[in-house]
């Protein structure tokens, strides 16, 4: 579940760069209309599979203020600076540079355990590092090839990755996914749409941008975040990260051939330093249960 959610996400990330560079859409509109209609989507499913069972997650206040943190800190959060980063550089790069985000996780594990990383966690936190460095620089550091916006927006989405992965706690063991994610998504919605106004942007209206959108909401988030935090309820937010690892390599992939996307050789290189860390810490934390 952890893996198809991973691709779905990639390529949602590219439907949104086609959204940005084809159709003059922009991440603020983009990330309300997708976060409010997915939810409704997914409260819509709630209720069809357990009636007014569904509206249980509101019934104590602590469940409903934990819900709303997450809607507000987590989901939301996550979605908006992930998009900027989309519409700051490309989908490719954006995927990638969230997916520092296991190396962060780690380290709130580590705090939490209260215990060193090992070597081989250290080495990974390292390598992501030095993947970070190359892929902004390709190695001068006179120089960056990567703006400083897409650089921060990239960073700023690893860290709300985190926030995504934990503010949930026993939510998701306690109640249903459609019950989490679709209350969740439709406040996250409902803020953003009051925040940003999405009715007041112009764009190309067309087949194109209809068929981008409905990607976006229905198979990026829908279905994606279903999936993704069913996964990360059985075998915890570090292990779910790690095998949703494939988000990028599909971004990019797809962004490669579809969009027609540029890297040099030292975007790549970047890309699997980054990536060959969260395979290392798949190594070091292959037999490690990590609870949310």
Known sequence: MAVCGGICWGFSGCCGQFLFGAKGAKAPWLVSLRLLFAGLIMIAVGFSLHGRRNMDILKKKADTLRLLLFAFCGISLC?????????????????VLQYLSPVLILLVVCFREKRYPGWLELAAIFLSLLGTFVLGTHGNIHTFYITGNALFW????????????????????????????????????????????????????????????????????????GLYLQGVSMIGPLKGSILASVEPLS??????????????????????????????????????????
Request: hydrophobic content about 55%; charged content about 10%.
């Open 79 to 95: 979605q908006f600076t992930y998009f900027m980063a989309i519409e700051a550089s490309n989908a490719g790069t954006a995927t």
């Open 154 to 225: 990239g960073l700023a989405a690893a860290v709300s990755s985190v926030l995504y992965n934990m503010i949930p706690g026993s939510l998701i063991l306690r109640y249903d996914i459609y019950q989490v994610l679709g209350f969740g998504m439709f406040f996250g919605g409902v803020l953003m749409c009051v925040l940003f106004r999405p009715w007041e942007y112009e764009l190309i209206w067309d087949t194109e941008t209809g068929a981008a959108l409905i990607s976006v909401i229905v198979i990026g988030t829908a279905v994606a975040f």
């Open 251 to 292: 971004a990019v992939i797809i962004s490669v051939f579809w969009l027609g996307t540029s890297f040099a050789p030292a975007d790549f290189l970047g890309f699997g330093m980054i990536l060959g860390a969260v395979l290392m810490l798949t190594a070091a934390q292959g037999k490690m249960s990590d609870p949310i």
